[in-house]
């Protein structure tokens, strides 16, 4: 059945879900926009680059970014799943955190929230479960990690009273 038709249904089925989490579904069914689901990190430096990993559908030719003051991308590759992107962002990027939509053949991506940080930031890796295996950190700095159901993760860092 067209779009067109199915459209206003979805949206009577949606209003109780977050307008994100909507967004993507009707993305996911539209089937020719691009539909990001995951997106790492989601913490970004002033002054430093990043490498951003886009995860979703319809992802091929992912090379620019909107929404995300004083960051321009510097390099991008990908293909129709996975899309990663090599991002500079300025020494005087605004600090906040903003919603970023990812330009691709397919068109304009749904949003996902990243954060613009003064700190230096740090990728959580999933072999750190036990307290043996901890992530060092040196601080400051702000950690990006995907926390799945029952999932622990353990840090180490320096501490003086």
Not at 106 to 114: D, M, Q, W
Not at 124 to 152: F, I, K, M, W, Y
Request: proline share 6%; hydrophobic share 45%.
């Amino acid at each position: 059945m067209p779009w067109r038709i199915f459209g206003p249904l979805l949206v009577l089925v949606l209003v109780g879900q977050s307008s994100a989490r909507a967004q993507v579904i009707a993305q996911r069914l539209r089937n020719d926009v691009p539909a990001v689901t995951q997106l790492l990190p989601v913490g970004l430096a002033r002054g430093q680059s990043a490498e951003l990993t886009v995860v979703g559908e319809r992802l091929e030719g992912i090379d620019r970014l909107f929404g995300l003051p004083g960051v321009k991308v510097a390099k991008a590759e990908g293909d129709g799943k996975q899309a990663k992107l090599t991002v500079e962002v300025a020494a005087d990027a605004p600090l906040g955190i903003y919603a970023c939509y990812f330009l691709g053949q397919s068109g304009l991506s749904n949003p996902k929230l990243v954060r613009i940080d003064a700190w230096s930031q740090t990728q959580e890796h999933e072999d750190n479960n036990r307290q043996s295996e901890a992530t060092p950190l040196t601080l400051p700095c702000g950690v990006s990690g995907v926390l799945s159901a029952a999932d622990q993760d353990w840090f180490r860092f320096e501490a003086s009273a």
